[in-house]
RNA sequence: GCGCCCGUAGCUCAGCUGGAUAGAGUGUUUGACUACGAAUCAAAAGGUCAGGGGUUCGAAUCCCUUCGGGCGCACCA
């Protein structure tokens, strides 16, 4: 139970000695934007004044009388409008902070999400070639979701689709057989236009060769395109898997599209809405906004999308009876809701605006409504280098893959800053920023905090022995001895399951980057007050009790750190070195 | 033409799903190292939340509209 549950419990029987019936959805319990007015204030009195028949500032009255005995409240006032404010014990906040102790690594863990099954898919990039820097968003943002549904107690699928159906793995499968050509001493000069140019199919050449020897030379593209691209695919997938391995990125579930569209799952989910009544033959107007010279009116197989908001109704077969493009996504959504998804999350690039639109109505159709789909569309990304954009690199096809990223500034960086914003806007991605040792870097300011946690920890060793120094014993230190300076710590720390409740119920990953430095904004102010007064550092020799309390609260610091970049899936450093200090040492030793 | 997203401090961005005097960082100005890591901290200055209208106790947030930017819009893969 946190502060804020236990400060709504009392606040909610408060209102029903009022009135036991009114609806409180929309009565809040927040920490208000300015400190100065409190550590928590509710809305309550004005969001019900009406219903019960009250000015808001009259009815706030009466609910103070009723919470003035909370133990948890030193102090209650009506302000502005209507709001109260309250101010808490030192001591309402303990029950958190030792709950932190406890929780370690799992602090902030909920269950919002019931179990629920959530399908959350995202890169799926075709498996034509690498990685690189325009997937990673992305891939990124979704793998983060992940992580904070599973934090807030969904089970959670992690989807690569696999495009392998489509003429692209054809287009592969013959730039794959040059390359083999080629393998064998062949000149095979440049690569023509329409093949994928990079060097990374060399390597599937090469192991073609030696796999096969000389078998498809000289036979008809008949006879080696689907064994050379069923090959080159497989080591395509291994290559993404190991690039996405890279920044910490395993998928759980793979579906293929060539197993969709073979099985027959499109003729099934057809049938399920032919079989709704959503299925009719009939004729679409003209595309707007085109010139469109060809166009003519034909009877098309249509899909009663509109009946679920879509804007008009979309066809699922060709004039020639054969499927319409979209059909494999139909039919891939299908099979995501036979397999009991309730929740079906894709990441997609703004280049793909209306995806949620065309599918979404097929979702809801399935699933009688039960189910849903949403798409979380994210920006481009521009990778640049001192604000100068970065060359593209000549021996991947002219991409900057994820490898070549992950060399360069390595992937906590990468991670942090990929979901670290909102996915709408565009983002610049600037090396050099991205590896600045300093302030403006929130990677560096963050894992520095942490390391600076866990550096007063190991000093507190030569105070205390390890075994007073375990989370369960600091879990058990008398907290009470803390006093303002360590406040806004603690108001900041006993915050983050609310982060993830409120995180996870947008689909927000980035509030956790945004959140993790305010921890560790909060975190170095108070540090630093110790700098001033030497009273308010952490280790106070002379004064175990005290040194305790505040060795337990770094401890909370460390450890909610770790949680959320747990979360974010950056390393949590004990320690940070740099090349000037290491040289410092050095010289220190040599010296 | 229709739909979606965006417009917030000089710059890069938040803004808790409708709350109080709109916040950080950077940049500018000014202070603080005999330290448990100054790779940091504290403070000042900086705004017509693109413009206009509406909804209500209350709007950056919701609705309408204008302007400006991005993307999507066929039976295409």
Not at 163 to 173: E, R, S, W
Request: charged share 25%; hydrophobic share 40%.
């Amino acid at each position: 139970m946190t502060i804020f549950k236990t400060i709504m419990a009392e606040l909610e029987s408060a209102i029903a000695h009022i009135d036991s019936q009114v609806n409180i959805e929309k009565v809040t319990v927040e920490p208000p934007r300015d400190p100065s007015h409190g550590d928590l204030s509710t809305n309550a009195a004005m969001v019900l004044a009406k219903t019960l028949g009250m000015n808001p500032r009259e009815l706030a009255g009466k609910l103070i009388e009723q919470l003035q005995g909370s133990e948890n409240i030193e102090s209650l006032e009506i302000a502005g409008p209507g709001f109260i404010n309250m101010r808490l014990t030192g001591k309402a906040y303990f029950t958190d902070i030792k709950q932190c102790l406890k929780d370690g690594i799992e602090y902030g863990a909920l269950n919002i999400g019931k179990g629920e099954k959530v399908n959350v898919e995202y890169v799926s990039v075709n498996p034509t070639g690498p990685m690189h820097a325009g997937h990673v968003r992305g891939a990124v943002i979704g793998d983060t979701l992940c992580n904070l549904l599973e934090k807030a107690g969904y089970d959670v699928a992690r989807e690569y689709y696999f495009n392998d159906a489509g003429t692209q793995v054809d287009v592969l499968a013959r730039t794959a057989h040059l390359r083999y050509r080629e393998a064998l001493g062949e000149d095979i000069g440049e690569i023509p236009e329409g093949l994928y140019p990079g060097d990374y199919l060399k390597e599937v050449g090469q192991a073609i060769v030696e796999r096969d020897g000389e078998k498809w030379l000289n036979k008809e593209e008949a006879e080696w395109l689907v064994p050379i691209r069923t090959f080159a695919v497989d080591h395509m997938m291994t290559m993404i898997r190991q690039d996405l391995s890279l920044i910490n990125i395993e998928h759980t579930v793979f579906t293929n599209e060539r197993d969709i569209v073979e099985n027959g799952t499109l003729e099934k989910a057809f049938n399920t809405l032919d079989d709704l009544g959503l299925i009719y033959t009939g004729t679409l107007p003209p595309p707007r906004g085109k010139e469109m010279t060809d166009w003519e009116p034909v009877p098309l197989t249509l899909f009663r999308s509109s009946h679920f908001g879509d804007d008009q109704d979309r066809p699922l077969k060709k004039r020639d009876g054969t499927w319409a493009y979209i059909m494999p996504d139909i039919g891939y959504h299908y099979d995501k809701i036979k397999r009991g998804f309730t929740l079906m999350i894709n990441l997609l690039g703004k280049d793909h605006g209306g995806y949620e639109e065309r599918i979404g109505p097929t979702v809801a159709a399935f699933s009688k409504e039960k189910a849903k789909l949403k798409v979380i569309y994210n920006g481009m990304v521009k990778v640049l280098k001192d604000g100068v954009a970065v060359k593209f690199s000549k021996r991947s096809g002219n991409i900057i893959t994820l490898r070549e990223m992950v060399e360069e500034v390595g992937a906590d960086a990468i991670r942090f800053f990929m979901m670290g914003r909102t996915p709408d806007s565009e983002l610049e991605f600037d090396y050099s920023k991205v590896q600045e040792a300093s302030k403006d870097n929130p990677v560096f300011y963050v894992q520095y905090a942490h390391a600076r946690c866990c550096s007063v920890l190991r000093h507190g060793t030569e105070m205390f022995s390890e075994k007073e120094l375990t989370d369960d014993a600091l879990a058990k230190v008398d907290l009470s001895l803390l006093g303002e300076a360590e406040k806004e710590m603690i108001r900041v720390l006993v915050n983050w399951p609310r982060i993830v409740e409120q995180a996870a119920t947008a689909f927000e990953p980035h509030r956790i980057a945004f959140y993790v430095q305010e921890v560790a904004s909060a975190f170095n102010g108070w540090w630093s007050k110790g700098r001033g007064d030497a009273t308010l550092r952490f280790l106070i020799e002379d004064n175990k009790p005290l040194t305790l309390a505040r060795l337990a609260l770094v401890r909370a610091t460390a450890i909610t750190l770790a949680s959320a970049l747990d979360v974010m899936g950056v390393k949590a450093v004990e320690e940070m070195r740099s090349d000037a200090l290491e040289e410092e040492e050095n010289n220190a030793a040599n010296g």
